[in-house]
């Protein structure tokens, strides 16, 4: 596709259940980020694939928060029992090159994710 | 941590009117990028600063990185009711590239 795409775009979850959100990044893009932002705030780091291996998961906040890319394409993001402070927009963003190579990071529309 | 501090939050204009908002780092910074949010949106990539006392521009829109690369500032002329959105910079952090984002500057326009 053109862009970075991600799905659902909005998902509304009880208290204590699992979500799973998806991102599909520019074909061939080697790295790729997910951020978490609040609102009125800047996005937060998560987590960092290069192709299928997590490299940096330093900024997932708890080990509710999964993230996988097992073939190096499609990144899926999960939390599990999810609590109402996990309610922000979950951005995927991708770019070309490696880390360190300082190339710009496409972003998706992001998942809106309020827990209820 | 490492963070970039971002000035002002909320800039009103009037339409025509100029625009700057600024970002400043305790440490020295290898790069900066600039990112733009529309109302509702994703960030979009505006640009990427490295060197010293670099300056770029695109159409109104101007960006410089300080002599001591601990500081950024992108200024806009005469604006327009497209230039809404909040502006981020962002410091590349970690081992992995990730970015480190500022609060950002929200920039509301009035026709």
């Known amino acids: 596709g053109a862009g970075v795409s991600q799905s659902p775009r909005y998902k509304v979850a009880k208290r204590g259940q699992d979500v799973a959100l998806r991102c599909d990044p520019i074909s061939g893009h080697v790295s790729l980020f997910w951020y978490q932002q609040a609102l009125g705030q800047g996005p937060e780091f998560l987590t960092y694939?290069?192709?299928?291996?997590?490299?940096?998961k330093s900024g997932l906040p708890s080990d509710r928060f999964f993230a996988e890319r097992p073939e190096g394409s499609v990144s899926t993001l999960k939390i599990q029992r999810t609590q109402q402070e996990d309610s922000a927009v979950y951005l995927c963003?991708?770019?070309?090159?490696?880390?360190?190579?300082?190339?710009?990071?496409?972003f998706g529309d992001g998942t809106r994710l309020s827990i209820l | 941590g490492q963070q970039v501090m971002q000035i002002p939050q909320y800039q009103h204009v009037q339409e025509g009117e100029d625009f700057t908002t600024y970002c400043n780092s305790s440490t020295t910074l290898s790069n900066i990028q600039w990112y733009k949010q529309r109302p509702g949106g994703h960030p979009v990539f505006l640009i990427q600063l490295v060197k010293s006392g670099e300056v770029k521009k695109q159409k109104r829109l101007t960006f410089q990185f300080g002599e001591a690369k601990k500081n950024s500032s992108l200024h806009i002329t005469a604006t327009q009711t497209t230039d809404v959105g909040t502006y981020f910079c962002?410091?590349?952090?970690?081992?992995?590239?990730?970015?480190?984002f500022g609060k950002g500057t929200k920039l509301s326009v009035k026709p």
């Open positions: 962002a410091q590349h952090g970690g081992s992995q590239g990730n970015l480190i």
């Open positions: 963003a991708s770019s070309l090159g490696i880390r360190y190579s300082n190339q710009p990071q496409h």
């Open positions: 694939f290069q192709n299928e291996a997590q490299l940096d």
